[in-house]
Each structure stands twice: as C-alpha cells, then as structure tokens.
C-alpha cells in the first residue's frame, strides 16, 4: 500500500504508522522509521513470514548481526500491516541496503529494497 519514511511506530498499539515520504532513500538518522505497509486480503489465521537482510553490523558481543526473521499471523480476511525497522546509534553500521522481503505459503510474495544514506548537507 505504501513505502518509505514512517511516522514513529509503537508496536503495542493498533495504529500503524503514517506515511511521511514515499522513497527507497532513507537518511541514516536515529529513530528514522522505514519499511512498508501491506495489505494482506483473504488469509485470516494464516502466517507470513518475513525476513529483513541488512549490512553487516555487530551486536554487542561484536558478533555480525544475522538477518532479522519471523512470523507474523494475519488476523482478518483483509489486514493492514506494518513490517520495516528504524535506524539506531551508532548509524555508520547501518548505511546501505536493507531488503524486506515477505513470504506466503513458501513463495516471496513481496520483496522491497531499501538503500539507507548519509543524511543530505544543506548549504
């Protein structure tokens, strides 16, 4: 349905974030919320599942963080979602592509790249 910067996502409430700018370009600045909202229609009490591949940054046990994977159930016949991330501290390790991609029934249904960057210097 939409992609690109979000507004603040809480994940406990039923409210999804609002669209802020359509762009694959996302700025490296903490907090930025990006990803994708997606309209799922006839699968109520099945499961997606996602994966979102990232460069490679470490953990704080200086192990390379692996792709960050799951499930999600869908819970109405016709249900809107939320599935993205948003940029952190330090933000040098989380510039490049970051690769959202869902699956349904063992097949990618949905795959969006995403390309963080330095934020834009203005003069």
């Excluded at 200086?62 to 249900?79: A, L, S």
Aim: glycine content about 6%.
């Amino acid at each position: 349905m939409s992609y690109g910067v979000y507004s603040r996502w809480d994940c406990t409430s039923r409210e999804l974030p609002i669209i802020q700018q359509f762009t694959t370009n996302i700025e490296a600045v903490p907090d930025n919320e990006f990803g994708m909202v997606v309209n799922i229609k006839g699968a109520r009490g099945k499961w997606i599942d996602y994966c979102i591949d990232h460069p490679p940054f470490k953990d704080n046990r200086g192990k390379v963080t692996p792709p960050f994977k799951g499930n999600y159930r869908i819970k109405t016949k016709d249900y809107d979602f939320f599935i993205g991330d948003s940029i952190w501290a330090p933000v040098e390790d989380k510039m490049g592509e970051w690769t959202i991609t869902l699956m349904f029934e063992d097949r990618v249904v949905i795959e969006k790249s995403f390309e963080v960057v330095p934020v834009k210097k203005s003069h």
